[in-house]
């Protein structure tokens, strides 16, 4: 089986930064782009970052100068380093990978459970 665990999430005034971690274990091949999504109350999930296996990155218009994506391929995580948090910043924010299983050749889609950020005064 394979796991996505994120963490880092927590309560944050506006302007300040928070780090978000998502470690992936199990039985990985290989992992190809990871990504962190957001979905705030009453709202759709929204892409926030990508990257892929390369280190390319996306990021969505919202977040561009102020949030950075990073990975570490050899431990399988990804981070999202999020600066100048506004209040429109708070989410439950979801990390998303696809990973090649061991003895598979398929690239299949993975999600962690979610870790809420709060940007509040």
């Known amino acids: 089986q394979v796991q996505l665990v994120e963490s880092g999430g927590g309560l944050v005034q506006p302007g300040g930064s928070l780090r978000l971690t998502c470690a992936a274990s199990?039985?990985?091949?290989?992992?190809?782009?990871m990504r962190w999504y957001r979905q705030a109350p009453g709202k759709q999930r929204e892409l926030v970052a990508i990257?892929?296996?390369?280190?390319?990155?996306n990021y969505a218009d919202s977040v561009k100068g102020r949030f950075t994506i990073a990975r570490d391929n050899a431990k399988n995580t990804v981070h999202l380093q999020m600066n100048s948090l506004k209040p429109e910043d708070t989410a439950v924010y979801y990390c998303?990978?696809?990973?090649?299983?061991?003895?598979?050749?398929?690239?299949?889609?993975?999600w962690g459970q979610g870790t809420q950020v709060t940007v509040s005064s």
């Open positions: 998303n990978a696809d990973i090649v299983k061991l003895g598979t050749k398929d690239l299949e889609g993975y």
């Open positions: 199990g039985s990985i091949r290989s992992t190809d782009r």
């Open positions: 990257i892929t296996s390369r280190g390319t990155t």
